[in-house]
């Protein structure tokens, strides 16, 4: 450059000058992407690193704190200069103490008593019921000398935390607590999360697993923190397993029920862990435990057929398609009636569908406000089951579509047996997971 500048050539004097311009915005550029590179590496050291020196350690590092472990007791070094050291423990468990655990409404089957009740002595809570409990229920707390929950309406008070067990629909929140979604704490379930929840105001705990019944999960709260389980709570955890699983033999069922089921099994007959062909032996044991809580469900003779209905009622908000193309949505109601032989026959009678048909659902369909109502009749033991549907043919055309190359029975001018479709074949006995499923895709299709 020198060179060129001392030349009195003007053409050199002027390409001089354009190196050196040129020399300048490439040292410019180099200056810029040099700070970038700095203020990008600065930055980096204010976030978590996390590195994987070994497969058995992994480190956190911060300018304000190190964790040398992860595990449920960790390490912390608020300063790695300063080694002043801080144990932190995360909590295993929810805080529920205190706090009101309620089943489902109308209607709390066995499994959310049992839930509720468990739920309570776990965490040092109170188990409270939303209506009156089922005669399977009534058989299991008898068995196991356990007192009937308290009513909600009696024990519940505003302002005080409630958690949810068995249930997250919102029409299924008992009104008293519905009115009051700020004290809402905690949801625990085993069903698919609804299209329309439980209302809160707030970020609350939530577990909900896809597994065969809620007393599950609460017995896995016990067995997973090593909680001791006095036996009447493990038998009525049993108890509400059997019957959500219908006796483990439900297509709801999965390994985690089994095997939660055989360590509540070892906690009441501890010799059944070295019996002879275990497996034949536990299954036959739960078939004995199943038998006789399904025929204290099953034998209602002294209650009215309006209350066997609801004892097992639940209410859908189900997405539907009108025949115009709009979107909204129906209120669904679906009563079970989970029974054995003899009743099994007997509710099928002529007399006894046409009453169901022409009186009692009817009225239900008025009294609950509901676009659909449908009742299935559940032979538990040979897995089999009836529809019964009232009202329209709109309704049995519904489960046509929802079940289809299925029997169809109709009776609304009835010579002789079930209005509705008679399901044979692959046995359907679960509400949860062959009922409501298919017939919500048949309502959201739509005409």
């Not at 009534?138 to 909600?152: D, H, I, R, W």
């Not at 017995?219 to 923190?225: E, K, M, P, Q, V």
Request: with cysteine; aromatic share 8%; proline share 7%.
């Amino acid at each position: 450059f020198t060179s060129l500048f001392r030349s009195k050539n003007k053409r050199k004097m002027r390409l001089c000058q354009i190196l050196l311009q040129s020399t300048a915005k490439q040292a410019a550029l180099a200056a810029a992407f040099c700070s970038v590179i700095v203020i990008v590496a600065s930055s980096l050291r204010s976030f978590p690193i996390r590195t994987h020196e070994s497969p058995q350690v992994s480190s956190f590092r911060t300018p304000q704190l190190t964790v040398d472990k992860f595990s449920p007791e960790l390490t912390l070094l608020r300063d790695p200069d300063d080694r002043k050291e801080q144990t932190f423990r995360f909590p295993k468990l929810p805080d529920f103490k205190g706090v009101v655990f309620s089943g489902h409404y109308p209607a709390p089957d066995l499994d959310s008593v049992a839930s509720a009740i468990g739920a309570s002595v776990l965490f040092d809570g109170v188990a409270a019921v939303p209506g009156p409990i089922n005669s399977e229920s009534q058989f299991v707390l008898s068995k196991y000398g356990l007192e009937n929950p308290a009513k909600l309406t009696s024990i519940y008070k505003t302002g005080e935390p409630y958690v949810l067990v068995d249930h997250n629909e919102h029409v299924q929140v008992p009104p008293t607590l519905k009115k009051h979604p700020q004290d809402l704490v905690g949801i625990i379930d085993h069903h698919t999360l609804a299209r329309d929840p439980a209302a809160v105001t707030h970020p609350i705990y939530v577990d909900i697993r896809p597994w065969g019944s809620c007393s599950t999960i609460i017995a896995t709260y016990f067995i997973s923190n090593g909680v001791k389980m006095a036996k009447p709570v493990a038998g009525l955890l049993l108890a509400g397993i059997i019957s959500d699983t219908l006796a483990l033999k439900g297509p709801t069922t999965t390994e985690i029920d089994i095997t939660t089921a055989k360590i509540l099994v070892g906690f009441l007959d501890s010799g059944m862990i070295n019996a002879v062909n275990y497996e034949t032996q536990f299954f036959s044991y739960i078939h004995t435990l199943a038998l006789e809580q399904f025929q204290a469900k099953a034998n209602q003779t002294s209650k009215s057929l309006y209350t066997i209905v609801l004892e097992d009622f639940k209410s859908y908000e189900l997405p539907h398609r009108r025949k115009d193309g709009a979107r909204d949505s129906l209120a669904v109601g679906w009563g079970t009636v989970e029974t054995v032989e003899p009743f099994y026959s007997e509710y099928l009678l002529k007399e006894t569908v046409t009453k169901l048909a022409e009186v009692i659902m009817p009225r239900i369909l008025r009294e609950k406000k509901l676009d659909l109502v449908y009742i299935s009749v559940v032979d538990i033991l040979e897995e089999k089951s009836v529809f019964i549907a009232c009202c329209s043919d709109e309704e049995v055309d519904i489960l046509m579509e929802a079940f289809p190359k299925q029997q169809v029975i109709r009776a609304f001018n009835p010579p002789s047996g079930a209005d509705g479709i008679e399901l044979s074949g692959t046995p359907r006995v679960s509400r949860k997971k062959e009922f409501i499923p298919p017939l919500k895709k048949a309502i959201k299709k739509g005409p």
